[in-house]
């Protein structure tokens, strides 16, 4: 799994960029977003990414931001949305847009997105409002994973995540329901607890 990229920018443009790492040049897909905090050609950038892999190939998507990972990640996780998609949505609505409107259901916020139509953004409510009481937080992810919490209690909340991923769940659907389960578990949790509470948020 590539879950980040750090190297020199070869070439950007609106809907994707190419990052040289070592001397192979990964294609990345990224939203409006991301290209806005693009450096200039040749100099050097970092991104996160999610590898996406189908039936007919692969595709690695890059984010700025950890905030627009993890809605990605919610995003494809939503019945009817695929990555294309949810591409779309990202470069349509900023996290925090995205988040107002799923609060509100702002149907017409939503379909005003580029292959949004009604049905999926009813879809998108249904599935995601629930699911992300604290999006308004996950926005302004200047909070890390384990923020105070210090070296080893990130430690374990990244291997609960990782046990959710293995169990099916995408990147942002994990952590997300990792961070609420801390947010609801008092001490320091052995990683079992914390991925049984997390898997009961995450449905």
Same mark, same amino acid.
């Given at each position: 799994m590539i879950s980040s990229l750090h190297g020199r920018l070869l070439e950007k443009h609106p809907a994707e960029a190419i990052i040289e790492?070592?001397?192979?040049?990964?294609?990345?897909?990224?939203?409006?977003?991301?290209?806005s905090a693009l450096p200039e050609e040749d100099e @050097?950038?970092?991104?996160?990414t999610e590898l996406i892999i189908?039936?007919?190939?692969?595709?690695?998507?890059?984010?700025?931001? =950890?905030? !627009?990972r993890t809605l990605f990640g919610l995003l494809t996780a939503v019945s009817g949305v695929g990555p294309r998609m949810a591409q779309g949505i990202l470069s349509g609505l900023s996290v925090e847009e995205f988040a107002r409107?799923?609060?509100? =259901?702002?149907?017409? @916020?939503? @379909?005003?997105?580029?292959?949004?139509?009604?049905? @999926?953004? =009813?879809?998108?409510?249904? =599935?995601?409002?629930?699911?992300?009481?604290?999006l308004a937080e996950v926005a302004g992810e200047a909070v890390p994973l384990a923020e105070e919490q210090g !070296?080893?209690?990130?430690?374990?909340?990244?291997e609960a995540v990782l046990a959710l991923r293995s169990l099916g769940y995408g990147t942002g659907e994990a952590e997300v329901a990792v961070r609420r389960a801390v947010e609801q578990m008092e001490g320091e949790p052995t990683v079992e607890a914390l991925v049984k509470r997390a898997l009961t948020l995450a449905r």
């Open positions: 790492v070592a001397g192979v040049g990964f294609r990345c897909r990224i939203s409006l977003a991301t290209y @050097t950038v970092a991104l996160l189908r039936d007919d190939g692969a595709d690695l998507y890059g984010f700025a931001e =950890e905030a !627009e409107a799923l609060a509100a =259901e702002d149907l017409v @916020t939503l @379909t005003g997105i580029k292959g949004v139509g009604r049905k @999926t953004a =009813e879809r998108l409510v249904l =599935e995601l409002k629930e699911k992300l009481p604290h !070296e080893e209690a990130a430690a374990w909340q990244e």
